[in-house]
């Protein structure tokens, strides 16, 4: 891990010198990153917990609180996984009872593409997006396998090279939607209608929305996606990329230089996706004390039945009998291709191709299998004194490496406490962090342009109306 | 001998009232119409009025297509919306059966059930506009009887997919969950499958209360009651009850559904309905007028006309358990219920507010299922 108090990285420009710091928290409910040993871990579960954290973050004006999904338990070779939290709320629900108890805080859900109908994915979305005044979000996320599938009426029906038309197809449906009520009592709700083609439907779709419009016009679109292919779609549709390149400032750089040359690929102005990579935030009085902490944690996180299940996976098989503290397996994975660990975005990796990468660092640095696991496994993420955290968020906003951090606690509900309590105000001290929420939805708070719609540009403003203003 | 449980009230909370001309007569529509503000404001007055529960009338589409006074949102998040706003009412969302992913249905109602801790219902609800297919792109479903039996038998074995007890956390194994305690239902019905487990562990109550209209869901293939609450209607108060007898057979309990038009404001409720009905556009979807029980007139004859359902017949025990009350316009005929009808009951003793952070199956009388997949139990 990364001590950024003391390892001074390469001096990159500074390019937005009054950049902000914009912070959003993800509750994971479903990973090994959150610890679920310690005296202080809450319930998972309790409508409590997330009461707790919401409200904590809505004291440390964070931009928005983010739930994600997964529509089957995982399972390693055939039984469910064991050894993470997991049981999660589904997400608009939960979300809409959060929504009562806060009054700006955004409010993001995580929602599948192939397994939702846009008539009413959309439809709750959009009921979210009314009942917040104007607070919601949608991650918007794909599936193909035929596995998650078994959970649903219509099975695995979608090839992998057909997800992400799926996924545009019901997001530009919903986007019609949420488009077809008028703004004024007068007028006639608009009619939405789609060629089964287009959405991968056994007929076509005709929809007569219910739902009018909130104050933010359309709920906030994020992605997540980081192959080409979803960077690619980002690119084109999102307001926000929540990326996995949030630990090395050199790698965000380039991810930033990436998406924001598809942004412009796209037709948009560069500054219209915000960048946000998930992240931790581990802070201590003291260097050391962080550095004890960061240590204390990733042991929790990396527990020795996890640091077995971790490498058995890319063995392909049960590993619980080895000794955690000991070497790696002598031998090489029996299969080339991993497939047994289901529901987890390392499936399709080359396991043998990683476990030669694993053997060289722990034959290099003579790591047990337990310490490797946290040497390559864990999230690395920001670690030292308020002050230096504070130093180090700085300067990846102003260099443009990022526009804000989703930061996941790790543990709950009190994991953001020392973040809200200790590295806000240091943020605030440096002029890069707002003392109170300047607007009221979250695209206010995100700093996003009015949505693109298919309506007039005097009523909302179209594509070109806004690049016009941006220039 | 024991006293009778409370006779139970719902009252529906949709929009303007349950009439389709509320919106129209109250001139409310668009973003007013259902904004938060006042959805949590009609069931907070519901709840200081004393109600059971509140039920949350929904459907895909419009109630008049192309119209903004038909603005609605959608049901589940508007109940979860209130979850925190509220303390003893319960919150029954109608969802239907006929073309949504019974995997989300599940998810969606133990989320609120959890988030209530316990307040929890589902009005289950079979789709007759073949519109609704066209919406999402499939082909109308026929046999709706049937394809509500599989939706809410598969949500009910959804909800025990998980053992109240399968979060462990075991630190000496370092097993967050007992996996043997967590279990794919695997169930085959006539139009899908479901693997499952659920997302979501179990609800606070192990099983939402399920309502339904009486003869909606064909019965279960294995002998298993799928509703806990019937509801009928009927034209009068006889047949009503008649309804509800019958449905005892099937249900542990029965409502009889019933249209209020009250007279308030210096007008009689008969006037009001005419204005309504003057007022609603032509060739709207609306269940108003297609078989409730209606009540048209003073309080003091619906105080009359509850006290008679709640009466028992010859043999001592009720034949109506309860009433879901849908007030024609909410604003105005909910006011006078507050006033002048549950007061009343109350100190009739015919029926008692729901204490706070009570579940719904205790407001009810309905116990908390064991769970199905409970090896313990059949050891």
Redesign the interface.
């Known amino acids: 891990m990364t001590d950024h108090a003391r390892v001074p990285g390469p001096a990159y420009p500074i390019t937005r010198p009054a950049a902000q710091v914009h912070f959003g928290v993800f509750f994971q409910g479903v990973n090994h990153t959150t610890i679920w040993s310690a005296p202080e871990s809450g319930s998972q579960t309790d409508f409590a917990s997330f009461e707790r954290v919401i409200r904590v973050a809505e004291r440390g004006l964070f931009d928005a609180f983010f739930l994600g999904e997964g529509l089957r338990l995982r399972e390693s070779r055939g039984r469910l996984h064991d050894l993470d939290v997991v049981g999660r709320p589904d997400a608009i629900t939960q979300l809409a009872a959060l929504a009562a108890i806060t009054t700006r805080i955004g409010l993001v859900a995580t929602q599948n593409t192939t397994y939702n109908d846009p008539a009413d994915l959309a439809r709750r979305l959009q009921s979210l997006d009314v009942l917040s005044g104007g607070r919601a979000a949608w991650n918007v996320v794909t599936t193909d396998n035929a596995w998650t599938g078994a959970n649903f009426r219509r099975g695995g029906y979608l090839d992998h090279a057909d997800r992400y038309a799926r996924a545009a197809a019901v997001l530009s449906t919903a986007r019609r939607i949420w488009d077809a009520y008028p703004d004024g009592e007068d007028g006639e709700v608009a009619r939405v209608r789609v060629p089964g083609a287009e959405l991968r439907t056994p007929a076509d779709v005709a929809i007569e929305p219910t739902t009018p419009r909130s104050p933010q016009g359309h709920p906030v679109i994020f992605q997540a996606g980081d192959s080409p292919v979803g960077r690619d779609f980002a690119a084109t549709h999102a307001d926000v990329i929540f990326s996995a390149h949030g630990s090395d400032l050199a790698d965000a750089l380039r991810f930033a230089d990436d998406v924001r040359s598809r942004v412009a690929a796209a037709g948009r102005p560069q500054d219209d996706l915000k960048i946000f990579p998930g992240t931790s935030i581990i802070v201590g009085d003291t260097p050391d004390d962080a550095q004890e902490k960061a240590r204390w944690v990733r042991y929790h996180q990396v527990t020795p039945a996890t640091a077995l299940s971790i490498v058995g996976n890319i063995w392909g098989e049960d590993l619980s009998g080895y000794d955690p503290d000991g070497p790696l397996p002598a031998h090489d994975p029996a299969v080339e291709e991993l497939g047994g660990e289901r529901g987890s975005a390392t499936t399709g990796a080359r396991t043998r191709e990683i476990a030669r990468q694993w053997r060289a660092i722990a034959e290099e640095k003579q790591l047990s299998i337990r310490e490797l696991v946290i040497h390559t496994a864990s999230e690395r993420g920001f670690v030292g004194t308020p002050a230096s955290v504070a130093e180090e968020l700085v300067r990846w906003v102003r260099t443009g490496a990022v526009d804000g951090f989703n930061i996941s606690p790790w543990i709950v509900p009190s994991g953001l406490d020392d973040i809200v309590d200790k590295v806000v105000p240091e943020l605030q001290e440096r002029g890069a962090y707002p003392a109170a929420y300047v607007g009221d939805t979250l695209r206010d708070h995100l700093g996003l342009r009015a949505p693109s719609t298919g309506r007039p540009a005097e009523a909302r403003g179209t594509h070109a109306a806004r690049l016009v203003r941006a220039l | 001998m024991t006293s009778p449980l409370p006779f139970f009230l719902g009252l529906d909370i949709d929009g303007a009232g349950s009439h389709p001309g509320a919106a129209a007569v109250t001139g409310l ?3 007013d ?4 503000a006042r ?2 404001r009609s069931v907070r007055q519901a709840e200081n009025a004393g109600f059971t529960f509140a039920t949350f009338a929904d459907a ?3 109630t008049a ?10 049901s ?3 109940a ?6 509220t303390t003893a009412i319960g919150l029954v969302p109608q969802v239907p059966t006929t ?6 249905v599940a ?2 109602l ?3 059930d ?2 209530t ?1 316990g307040r929890g219902g589902w009005l289950a609800a079979v789709t007759r506009t073949p ?1 609704t ?7 109308a479903v026929d046999d709706l009887g049937r394809e509500a039996r599989d939706v809410v038998q598969v949500v009910r074995e959804l909800w025990d997919s ?1 053992e109240d007890d ?2 462990i ?1 075991d ?1 000496a ?7 043997d305690r ?1 279990h794919h239902v695997d169930f085959e019905g006539e ?7 659920l ?3 179990r609800p606070t109550q192990g099983q939402l209360v399920v309502f339904a209209a009486d003869g909606d869901v064909a019965p279960s293939a294995h002998d298993e009651r799928l509703v806990d609450v019937a509801i009928v209607g009927g034209p009068d108060v006889a047949s009503a009850r008649g309804a509800a007898r019958d449905a005892h057979e099937r249900s542990p309990r029965a409502a009889v559904e019933l249209e209020v038009v009250l007279d308030a404001g210096g007008r009689t409720g008969a006037e009001r309905l005419a204005e309504l009905a003057a007022a609603t556009p032509a060739d709207v979807r609306s269940p108003w007028g297609t078989g409730a029980l209606r009540y048209v007139g003073d309080a003091a004859g619906l105080v009359g006309l509850l006290a008679e359902l709640a009466a028992p017949g010859p043999d001592g025990t009720r034949d109506v358990d309860g009433v879901r009350v849908l007030p024609a316009v909410l604003d105005v005929d909910l006011p006078v219920l507050q006033r002048d009808v549950l007061p009343a009951l109350r100190a009739a003793r015919v029926t008692a507010a729901p204490r706070p952070d009570a579940t719904l199956r205790e407001a009810l009388g309905l116990p908390r299922p064991a769970n199905r997949y409970d090896a313990r139990l059949s050891a």
């Open positions: 529509a668009g973003a119409l259902v904004a938060g959805l949590a895909l589409l419009p297509p192309g119209a903004p006074s038909s603005a609605r949102l959608e589940v998040t508007r979860a919306f209130v979850s925190r706003t073309y949504p992913e019974p995997f989300h998810a969606q133990a989320s609120l959890i988030a801790t519109e297919a066209h919406a999402y792109g499939r082909a998980w399968a979060v956390r630190v194994t370092g097993r967050y969950i007992d996996r967590v139009s899908f499958s479901v693997k499952g487990p997302i979501t562990p």
